[in-house]
């Protein structure tokens, strides 16, 4: 993994798009899923990219390791921008995937030509 380039893009993330708490990421071997979101088994196993935690202190992103490191770059722009929408999001206060996130997204994509 390219940590280095991955430190780069978290610190320009910061600087261009700047959070309400600040953000952490861990890289992690992730499990496969075998249920879906209302907890029904699935016919092929998810895998499991990424994901962000809002604690009360600061936002975790957490990426797979088993991910190529071009993969596991655009997970942490993804989770990025759910640290970015969470406190826009207004009274849901949860981490979705509704139109504040697709556009904090699409911020965060303009900052690399990836």
């Not at 071997?29 to 202190?57: E, F, H, M, Q, W």
Request: hydrophobic share 40%; proline share 5%.
């Amino acid at each position: 993994m390219r940590t280095k380039r991955l430190r780069w893009i978290l610190r320009v993330l910061r600087k261009a798009e700047p959070t309400d708490l600040p953000v952490v990421v861990r890289r992690a071997s992730l499990d496969n899923l075998y249920r879906d979101d209302d907890n029904r088994p699935v016919d092929k196993p998810i895998l499991l990219t990424g994901y962000c935690l809002a604690r009360p202190t600061r936002y975790v992103i957490v990426v797979n390791t088993r991910l190529s490191a071009r993969a596991q770059e655009e997970v942490v722009l993804h989770e990025y921008a759910h640290a970015v929408a969470y406190p826009l999001q207004g009274e849901s206060r949860k981490l979705l995937h509704d139109r504040v996130w697709g556009i904090c997204y699409a911020r965060c994509w303009r900052h690399f030509g990836m």
